[in-house]
């Protein structure tokens, strides 16, 4: 079972508005997450991700933790 989203996938999304992850066993996101620019709203509660990438920064969104 993969714990990571792919940067394949992440690049599949880019028109993405939300994203919820929460309460999954994800312990990583991809740098490429800072490509998603129409995301609004990002949900990481509850999952095993100890630390964001910084391309994460390019985000306006809101982020939940």
């Known amino acids: 079972m993969r714990k990571e989203v792919s940067n394949e996938s992440t690049m599949q999304l880019s028109s993405l508005t939300d994203l919820e992850l929460a309460y999954t066993n994800i312990t990583e996101l991809p740098k490429e997450i800072g490509k998603l620019s129409f995301l609004i ?20 969104c809101e982020i939940i933790q």
């Open 41 to 60: 709203h990002l949900d990481l509660k509850d999952t095993k991700i100890t630390a964001l990438p910084k391309e994460i920064e390019q985000l306006t």
